[in-house]
């Protein structure tokens, strides 16, 4: 009996001599600011920033290799903890959030086959373009909702839906989206255009009831081209969220009903 | 020259219905050239061509109008004079969208231009005394790619690296797809054409063995055949396929008429020493070369159970669809389905104002008898898709992994093997989609290879 629990006693001190001579001269020295900024990051590891999860932005930042405020996810507020922890200014960043450009619902956009494949976005996409009469429409098969890390997603009406609260803005949906109709915006915006369709007017009207036909209404509603709040790409207008329009008069003035005043739904989660 | 019953069958494939009889028996016809054309830049595989001509151009035929854009790649040229009404991106068939000249061909002939001559639009060569390198440039520059649906520039196909020989050029006049006649008529009515483009081909190629392969349904074609090849010098046979699809497919061609097995991609044909020619391409090489004709129009088969009169139609790159139907006495009945190319490997369509190109061997109008609408069920684990799988592959691993977003798994299973022949959904009691499963795994390996590509590329830039 004292011999066993002696044995046991001497493998456990020689080990713990080994350990503690083991942490003294084979220790791997880390910044322990590492571990600081990963604490402030929101530990999503949604990928957004482009390096592979929170940890490796920690890193990277740490080593002065990555700019501070490439996490969409946490925002300002982590900026400025992980600015504090590092001692350097950080970057102005505002949140961003995911906007899908269509409101083409199965009412108002037309559809031109039945599709019973897999119910994938890029797999409709690649079958004839599509069901959409609107080839740069919302499919509605849940690619961006698929990859949502955060489940902001889901989809109404055959239509993407995000939920602006849930959204972290990581881009994942926009780099899977086949029609490329999801954009990152300021998640302080409220009016956007909800329409992808860059075709001249009869055209859009000839797929969907509520595409923008490039009247330039909003345009001028909102104090003309010099205001600067709208760009054009072919007869789709583009809302220039570097100087967004704040009068929500223009929405309703819309002929085309293809603008919206904060188009984000609120999951109640 | 012989011909021999083919003593390879390769594992798997299954026995559709072939539904020829419709369209069969319809000599070739001529299209009148349409009022409108959509010419499309991306008619063959690799970098679509680069469009040279705008709106309000006058264009004649023949006149090259898209020019080559890389190395896979294939010009392309007016199938009609006309003015070019638009250019402007539209949906291929594939789901696609690729720039497309509308061109009217009523448009009047300007002042300013002379009428062009009656002649060839290229200098017709003499093949027996061309050299190689010049029967390559006037494959080249007379567009021409396979003909057979895949729509590899042919040109390539012709020039194997020179470490690299060639041993066996395979003629492919199989035509498994069901509905599609096309290369049959081309058989029956252009076998001399066919002998022809052959012999250049030869000639280009160093003189390898030739085999002619058909399937054994086809007992006229291979008549026909026999008799434009019957005093052929050299290594020539006539190889009788059984009846079984894919057996059109390159790789199970050469498994059927020379015994070899090509390993999976990047491999090529020419790796095991062969190159595999579709019967309309052998023509069309035929035209170019004796006839100064570049590849303008191709047969195309208007054929299904909703078409009033099922034809074979040699129509001018770009016709619409629209067009064809119409040619063929209208719709019977309203089609629930249209398929561009035949039932096993097309394309359903939803709209017919998309424009032939040189690959669209069918345009099929099925009524809603013939389409069956299902729903997709879990895997029952019955296997049948392993028995018909041409390939040697597990597609019911490969689908419940692409179910699970398990891409990994999928390549892990040689998704990229696929061929995507339809075997495996055709006879699934589930009704699972396995082949657009595989088509959907292999469309984001090789999105993740290119961008692994591109990332190595900036890394290597930044060094």
Redesign the interface.
């Known amino acids: 009996m004292m011999i066993a629990i002696s044995v046991i006693a001497g493998i456990g001190l020689v080990a713990a001599a080994v350990l503690a001579a083991a942490d003294r001269y084979l220790s791997v020295k880390e910044d322990p600011r590492i571990g600081m900024v990963t604490a402030a990051l929101p530990g999503a590891n949604c990928g957004g920033c482009g390096f592979p999860g929170c940890d490796g932005y920690a890193r990277a930042l740490v080593a002065g290799t990555a700019p501070n405020g490439a996490c969409a996810a946490g925002g300002e507020a982590c900026a400025k903890a992980i600015a504090k922890i590092l001692g350097v200014e950080a970057a102005a960043t505002e949140k961003r959030v995911a906007l899908v450009k269509c409101c083409g619902t199965r009412s108002e956009a037309i559809r031109?086959?039945?599709y019973?494949?897999?119910c994938?976005c890029?797999?409709a996409?690649?079958?004839?373009?599509?069901?959409k009469g609107c080839?740069y429409g919302c499919l509605g098969y849940g690619a961006c909702a698929?990859v949502c890390p955060k489940g902001a997603i889901s989809i109404r009406d055959g239509l993407a839906k995000v939920d602006k609260r849930l959204c972290i803005g990581c881009g994942k949906c926009v780099a899977v989206c086949p029609k490329k109709l999801i954009e990152l915006v300021p998640a302080s915006a409220t009016i956007h255009v909800l329409c992808n369709n860059p075709d001249k007017g009869p055209a859009v009207r000839k797929v969907c009831g509520v595409g923008c036909m490039g009247c330039h209404l909003c345009e001028k509603n909102s104090g003309g081209k010099e205001a600067g709040h709208f760009t054009f790409q072919g007869f789709l207008a583009k809302v220039n969220y570097e100087n967004p329009p704040v009068d929500g008069q223009i929405v309703a003035k819309c002929p085309a009903k293809c603008m919206a005043e904060d188009p984000h739904f609120e999951s109640g989660h | 020259m012989k011909v021999i019953k083919s003593q390879f069958e390769f594992k798997g494939g299954v026995h559709p219905d072939y539904n020829k009889e419709l369209a069969r028996d319809q000599a070739i016809e001529n299209l009148p050239v349409p009022e409108e054309l959509a010419i499309s830049m991306s008619q063959h595989l690799g970098a679509p061509a680069k469009c040279i001509v705008k709106a309000g151009d006058w264009v004649e035929r023949g006149q090259v109008i898209g020019e080559k854009a890389g190395f896979i790649s294939v010009l392309v040229r007016a199938s009609a004079s006309g003015r070019v009404k638009a250019v402007e991106k539209r949906l291929g068939p594939a789901g696609g969208k690729a720039d497309c000249v509308i061109l009217d061909t009523a448009a009047e002939r300007p002042a300013d231009v002379p009428a062009p001559s009656a002649g060839p639009v290229l200098a017709p060569l003499d093949w027996r005394t061309a050299s190689k390198e010049d029967l390559l440039k006037r494959v080249e520059e007379a567009g021409i790619c396979g003909m057979g649906g895949a729509g590899f520039p042919t040109a390539v196909k012709l020039n194997p690296p020179p470490a690299k020989r060639c041993e066996y050029l395979i003629l492919n006049g199989a035509e498994c797809e069901p509905y599609l006649t096309a290369d049959y008529r081309v058989m029956l009515e252009r076998a001399p054409r066919i002998r022809l483009g052959v012999e250049i081909m030869r000639k280009m190629l160093g003189g390898p063995a030739v085999r002619i392969a058909i399937e054994a349904n086809k007992p006229e074609a291979i008549l026909a055949m026999e008799k434009a090849f019957a005093d052929i010098e050299g290594n020539v046979q006539i190889v009788v396929l059984p009846v079984l699809y894919p057996q059109g497919s390159e790789k199970h061609q050469i498994y059927a008429t020379v015994k070899r097995i090509v390993p999976e991609p990047p491999a090529l044909p020419i790796d095991v020493g062969c190159v595999v020619e579709n019967v309309g391409t052998a023509a069309a090489i035929a035209d170019a070369v004796e006839l100064g004709e570049p590849l303008l129009s191709r047969v195309t088969t208007v054929s299904g159970d909703a078409v009033a009169n099922p034809k074979n139609i040699q129509a001018p790159s770009g016709t619409k669809y629209a067009d064809l139907v119409k040619f063929c006495g209208g719709e019977k009945v309203p089609p629930a389905k249209v398929i561009s190319g035949g039932t096993m490997m097309g394309f359903a369509v939803s709209t017919l104002e998309i424009g032939t190109t040189k690959t669209t061997s069918g345009l099929l109008l099925l009524s809603r008898k013939k389409v069956f609408q299902y729903s997709s069920h879990p895997c029952i684990n019955c296997g049948r898709c392993l028995r018909a799988c041409p390939m040697n592959l597990n597609p019911a691993l490969i689908s419940k992994a692409v179910d699970a977003n398990d891409i990994k798994a999928a390549e892990d299973a040689h998704v990229m093997d696929c061929i995507e022949c339809g075997a495996c959904s055709f006879g699934c009691p589930a009704y699972r989609t396995i082949t657009q499963s595989c088509r959907r795994a292999k469309n984001s390996i090789r999105a993740r290879i290119a961008a692994e590509k591109a990332k190595a590329a900036a890394a290597q830039a930044k060094q």
Do not use: K, M, P, R
């Open positions: 031109v086959g039945d019973n494949g897999i994938d890029n797999v996409a690649s079958t004839a373009g599509g069901d080839t698929n």
